[in-house]
């Protein structure tokens, strides 16, 4: 059986890392493997302590959007550097609530994008369905603040879990915050206090591309160091493995998938869009439709992940269909080869090599790099696998 050591969660160690740069408690952050995106929020809160204004996030949408509000907590100007597809993602309505309690924004898609005045406290309302990051945010900044403030949360909070884990690592340095029925209150006037060591957890979200891999591998793959207590939002991607039909046990060893007899399924992928890439592989493989629903935030990520995961896999032989919401795959259980590309998406490229598992011919795929953004050494890892005999990287 093939096995594989998980990376650290890069949600977790952001998370982390804002905390233990708040406490007023020295707190070390243990990371075992770092990418692009965690190395620019490290990049940023160093500039911070420093008293530097240039902050360079890279195409890090979590690193950009969870220090805005924590800059304006502080009355630091910051200029933030974001690259890529960064600057034309959408920073509304965020952007309004930070400058109606106080700050001083450039306009949106500026580079650099610049914060300045002092963030008050006060009733922020935000919108559920655009970005679960402005939540975060602003739960790291307003404890900060001397007075309570609230967050009213419009309609449904989608990709509830990764506020979850936010408030989780926000106990975990002190911090109380109160989920109320329209949101969440945070009291004003708390110190950060971390413990003297923090341990990063597995990444479930890049786990997904490893456990789908062993939804298409007879033999199967077992990925060690996830934690299936975890509140990250894609550990739901085992309870949607056994829906297509694939054989999954949680060990004490760690957690094993297998190829069983795959049929084609309706996804909701309001809670959990990162998975959509590696499931629309395993919805290819599967016998019968596919249906993915409820995923139009996938057109706001560092690609178009609806447009990109329809394209790259039709280049490959599958039978799907763009829809304006989500995804219609028709599976067939084997897939040809081809060109593919990865738009610089770090889950494109990793969906194009566990893609190529299915491909009876290469997978020429341009953009590799992108992987770099999250997980730089998964082409080494799925060569260690030996399954990267189909993937041609230019």
Not at 306 to 329: F, M, S
Request: hydrophobic share 40%; with cysteine.
């Amino acid at each position: 059986m093939r096995r594989i050591d998980i990376i650290p969660s890069k949600s977790d160690a952001h998370r982390a890392l804002i905390c233990a740069a708040l406490s007023t408690k020295p707190c070390q952050v243990i990371c075992q493997a770092e990418s692009k995106d965690i190395a620019a929020t490290r990049k940023c809160l160093e500039a911070m302590k420093d008293g530097r204004e240039e902050m360079y996030c890279g195409e890090s949408g979590s690193t950009l959007r969870f220090l805005l509000p924590v800059m304006g907590a502080l009355g630091h100007k910051a200029s933030f550097y974001p690259e890529g597809r960064l600057p034309e993602r959408p920073l509304s309505p965020l952007y309004e609530e930070l400058i109606a309690h106080g700050c001083r924004l450039s306009p949106q898609g500026s580079v650099p994008f610049t914060i300045e005045g002092q963030l008050t406290s006060g009733t922020y309302h935000i919108p559920g369905d655009v970005s679960s990051q402005y939540i975060s945010g602003l739960l790291f900044a307003l404890p900060i603040l001397a007075v309570d403030s609230r967050i009213v949360v419009k309609g449904v909070l989608q990709s509830k879990s990764y506020v979850d884990m936010t408030v989780k690592v926000l106990m975990d340095f002190g911090i109380e915050i109160i989920e109320t029925a329209e949101g969440y209150l945070v009291p004003g006037g708390q110190a950060y206090q971390g413990p003297e060591n923090y341990q990063v957890e597995g990444d479930w979200s890049n786990g997904c591309f490893w456990l789908a891999a062993g939804a298409l591998l007879p033999q199967g793959i077992r990925v060690k160091g996830l934690n299936p207590h975890s509140l990250q939002g894609d550990k739901q991607i085992l309870e949607i493995l056994a829906q297509f039909g694939a054989v999954v046990n949680i060990e004490e060893e760690g957690i094993t998938v297998k190829k069983g007899e795959l049929n084609g399924i309706r996804i909701d992928a309001r809670q959990i869009p990162d998975m959509v890439p590696a499931l629309a592989v395993v919805a290819a493989a599967a016998t019968g439709k596919t249906e993915i629903v409820n995923a139009e935030r996938l057109r706001i990520k560092e690609s178009d992940r609806l447009k990109t995961v329809a394209e790259n896999l039709k280049a490959l032989g599958a039978d799907i269909e763009e829809l304006a919401a989500g995804l219609v795959i028709r599976g067939s259980g084997a897939l040809l080869g081809g060109q593919a590309d990865s738009y610089n998406d770090h889950r494109i490229a990793m969906m194009a090599g566990i893609a190529s598992i299915l491909c009876t011919e290469t997978v020429t795929l341009k953009g590799a790099d992108a992987v770099n953004k999250s997980y730089p050494g998964f082409w080494a890892d799925l060569e260690a696998l030996e399954l990267a005999d189909k993937i041609e990287r230019v």
